[in-house]
């Protein structure tokens, strides 16, 4: 239950970008390509993703009779690279937009508003994922209305997967796709399937390997509890139910026994452990698709584990595609994200990859009824998206630095060495005055 480093360079690159954004004024620097019959987009992501988009731009040129100059970035440098071309005046024309960018992007003039565009398109904004589509709306406050500063390139809901082959081979029964386990029923499953397996005395086979970023607020939500009020202003970490949480996610490790110990993994991390079927219960979200395509045995979705609400909960995140500010052809732009992100040609291509559910809610049922490919239970993503996904929590404010801070020293707390009450009062008040200090950054901004 490690902290990826990689989040933490990633946020950080991000937020020092955005910062710089607002106190020179990104919108004085940016700048576009010059040709205005070539455009230019800039993208992440693995090959698998980087074939699908090329494929379907070569269907675009030939459609819109335009040239689409494509840089592709792998997914940790994508921020940095995106923030050097701002701060140097060369903006491509299209390009991935973070969730938790919108606002100070939009504020900076760095993101073009395409709502004329998107209305006067022959595409039915109705049929895209409504979580997606509010996501890149603002109206000046906040997000989740208001003008069109981007269309989602995907959804992506975060559910439970499970190894069914190690289920069958401990004789536990198969979890209910349609009703989440209690935390005491998870618990009393973990047990069952922790277990040494070839009888040398040494455990090589856990219940869960989850990584605390991606996992707790599955476990936070579902109990009641979440890392700020509605409104942005103040962060709530300090509850019984946030901190009951943090608790049980630690005493996975520590008191249950049913993740891997800090020495196991040294020798190996959680994601090898589940690739080799080590692990019972492991995150997965439509990305791994098209890697779990490749695993020695049948793995499933099921409901999270629901706290004191009885509900599941889960993130869900998103990748948006903008427009720059400074493009010199906004149309041709425009209809590129357009196409992306709602035609049928590109997203056919992008779930044939295996890397995204359907951006349009038709196709996306068409797709889910689909049982006889892994993973059978499909619609435990739109599940999500349609129902119990939440973002989080610091796509929504102006920049997540108040909730990175949260992670910096959680470490102790999943070894055992403090307990999760000691933990959030100890970080709420850091917390609290760089989320003071994002909103007075917002106040200046405008």
Partial sequence: MKVNKWFKVAALATTIGLGACVVTGCSKKTSASKASDTITFMFRGAEDEKKA??????????????????????ADQYST???????GGK????????????MAYADNGVLKDITKYVEKSDFDLNNIWEYGVNSYRYDGEK????????????????????????????????????????????????????????????????????NVQWSLPSFVWSNGGDWANEAKDKVTINTPEF??????MADLQNVYKVTPSVSDSQTLDTYQRWMNGEIAFFPVGPWDMSTYD?????????????????????????LGIGVSNATKNPEKSAKLVEYLCASKECQQQLVDAKIQIPNLKDMAEKWAS?????????????DIVEDYGRALPGANTYNPEWYDEFWINIQPVLDGKKTAADYVKEVQPKMQEKLDAINQQKATAK
């Fill in 53 to 74: 988009y090329q494929s379907a731009i070569d269907e675009f040129e030939k459609k819109e009779n335009v040239k689409v100059k494509v840089i592709a970035t792998d």
């Fill in 81 to 87: 690279k995106l923030q050097a071309a701002i701060s």
């Fill in 91 to 102: 903006t491509p024309d299209v390009f991935y937009v973070e969730q938790g960018s919108v």
């Fill in 143 to 210: 997000i989740g209305k208001g003008a069109i500063y981007g269309l989602p390139k995907d959804v992506g809901p975060f559910a439970l997967g499970y190894n069914k082959d190690m289920f069958k081979a401990a004789g536990v029964d198969l979890p209910d796709p349609d009703k989440p386990y209690t935390w005491d029923e998870f618990v009393d499953v973990c047990k069952k399937l922790t277990r040494d397996s070839n009888g040398d005395g040494k455990l090589d086979q856990w219940a869960t390997g989850f």
């Fill in 243 to 248: 901190t009951e949480a943090l608790q049980f």
């Fill in 294 to 318: 490749k695993l020695d045995f049948e793995y499933d979705l099921i409901p999270w584990p629901a706290g004191k609400t009885g509900k599941s909960a889960a993130y869900i995140g998103s």
């Fill in 370 to 382: 689909d049982t006889t490919t892994m993973p059978n239970n499909k619609k435990e993503f739109l």
